[in-house]
């Protein structure tokens, strides 16, 4: 099983800056098939990107993917008040399909 | 526009079968090449994905709920269902079901509300 860890747990952070969240695999990912997820309080996550770096449909630019292999990053260039959630890794290169513990970005 | 709505008992007793359905609105269950999931999350917890089902009746589950777990699928009904049995108060979550775009493309671009299910006597 693929063991995802994401870091920080917590990111405090004010709106217009900069938030650049890990994912590190503890094997590498298949073909880069790591998406990530925004999840607000109350709510189901929502697909941000998968293949590492595509954008979902509807997913603004500011929000970015890269990496490969063990190491991947979701970039958010400038923070809007609606981005302040918790954001989710999950692996689907190989079986069972996994998920980061998730980090949390805060306002600051 | 497609919609996914779980639904099924808040409460449930331990040792007894969690049973809930997803039921899918705005579209069909087989007459596309979506996959179909359930993931859960406990109380102030991350993710975990407990299987996928396809309409053909192809079922993947997690090893680790392998042995308590049932996805069927019911494609007249546009419902797709879990099993659990034996619950214990881990199994205290909110539970999703979710569309996957099918192989080899496994993450979940549309999701449910969310069901929260409470095993206790």
């Known amino acids: 099983e693929i063991v995802l860890t994401q870091s920080p747990g917590t990111l405090s952070l004010s709106p217009g800056e900069r938030a650049t969240l890990s994912c590190r695999a503890s094997?590498?990912?298949?073909?880069?098939?790591l998406a990530w997820y925004q999840q607000k309080p109350g709510q189901a996550p929502w697909l941000l990107i998968y293949?590492?770096?595509s954008r979902a449909t509807g997913i603004p630019d500011r929000f970015s993917g890269s990496g490969s292999g063990t190491d991947f990053t979701l970039t958010i260039s400038r923070l809007e008040p609606e981005d302040f959630a918790v954001y989710y890794c999950?692996?689907?290169?190989?079986?069972?399909?996994?998920f980061g513990g998730g980090t949390k970005v805060e306002i600051k | 526009q497609l919609q996914l709505q779980e639904s099924g008992p808040g409460l449930v007793k331990p040792s007894e079968t969690l049973s809930l359905t997803c039921t899918v609105s705005g579209g069909s269950l087989s007459s596309s090449s979506y996959y179909w999931g359930w993931i859960r999350q406990p109380p102030g917890k991350g993710l975990e994905w407990i299987g996928t089902i396809y309409y053909s009746g192809s079922t993947y589950y997690n090893p680790s709920l392998k042995s308590r777990v049932t996805i069927s699928l019911d494609a007249s009904k546009k419902q797709f269902s879990l099993k659990l049995s034996s619950v214990t108060a881990a199994d205290t979550a909110v539970y999703y079901c979710?569309?996957?775009?099918?192989?080899?493309?496994?993450?979940?671009?549309?999701w449910g509300r969310g069901t929260l299910v409470t095993v206790s006597s």
């Open positions: 979710a569309r996957d775009p099918g192989p080899p493309y496994y993450y979940f671009d549309l």
């Open positions: 293949g590492a770096s």
């Open positions: 094997q590498s990912v298949s073909s880069n098939y």
């Open positions: 999950q692996q689907y290169g190989s079986s069972p399909l996994t």
